[in-house]
């Protein structure tokens, strides 16, 4: 299977359905999708001002959601919508992996967007951004509302 044959997004951190971090640009995203919660095996959560995953680290896991758009024929503007949030990329990579769906007990691939140079003082050893014990979050950087959905 090629990129150009996936179709969804793994989100791990404030584009998660259930973020509860108030990020203004989670709506916009998920708008027209639907979200099935999931795993990134080999791979850790760290904070550094915003939700970061480093790949290939063997042992560990991430917890999150793959999400989809209801017609197919969205994706390509969804993913260029995710580039944009992510600052994909100058500050997040974007990579194929392939997550377990949690309910489905089944794999399947997914774009996930990762950063390898991010601060790792602040892992989130749970692998579950809603269970972030000791991250002290900045509000100013959660409400302001980015560029790329304005008009939206």
């Excluded at 090629?2 to 997004?9: G, K, L, P, T």
């Excluded at 100058?90 to 774009?111: G, H, N």
């Excluded at 140079?117 to 692998?127: E, F, L, N």
Aim: proline share 5%; hydrophobic share 40%.
């Amino acid at each position: 299977m090629s990129a150009h044959d996936v179709c969804s997004i793994f989100v791990y951190g404030t584009l998660r359905p259930d973020d509860d971090t108030g990020a203004s640009w989670k709506h916009g995203f998920l708008d027209g999708t639907v979200q099935r919660k999931a795993i990134l095996p080999n791979a850790a959560l760290f904070f550094d001002s915003y939700p970061c995953v480093v790949l290939q680290m063997p042992g560990t896991s991430v917890v999150g959601y793959v999400v989809s758009c209801q017609r197919k024929s969205d994706f390509a503007a969804k993913l260029r919508l995710g580039d944009e949030i992510e600052d994909c990329p100058s500050i997040y990579e974007r990579d194929v992996v392939e997550v377990r769906l949690v309910d489905e007990e089944s794999t399947m691939k997914a774009f996930v967007y990762h950063r390898k140079a991010c601060k790792r003082d602040t892992p989130i050893a749970s692998g579950d951004w809603l269970d972030r014990e000791g991250v002290s979050l900045n509000p100013g950087l959660y409400s302001m509302v980015l560029p790329v959905l304005k008009d939206k």
